[in-house]
């Protein structure tokens, strides 16, 4: 049996805006420390326009962080 990895951070596909939700109170900082005060919150997740999710991601993946493998069919490249 194979112990599932846990994801920092789960993105849902909201058409033209994703909902990108930390699950960590690491990943939580991290929106804080990198993502601007204007940010629009829906919840505890950062709506995002799908034009701005890969270099959101891409940032979360170069800092260490696991984002939900669901991210991957939403096309946008995890490493």
Do not use: H
Not at 52 to 58: G, H, K, L, R, Y
């Amino acid at each position: 049996m194979t112990k599932s990895i846990s994801a920092d951070f789960t993105i849902t596909d909201g058409g033209s805006v994703c909902l990108l939700t930390p699950t960590t109170s690491a990943a939580r900082r991290w929106l804080d420390e990198n993502i601007g005060e204007d940010a629009i919150y829906l919840g505890r997740g950062l709506a995002v326009e799908r034009r701005f999710v890969d270099q959101i991601i891409e940032g979360i993946v170069a800092d260490g962080f696991r984002v939900s493998t669901d991210a991957v069919a939403l096309g946008i490249p995890l490493a």
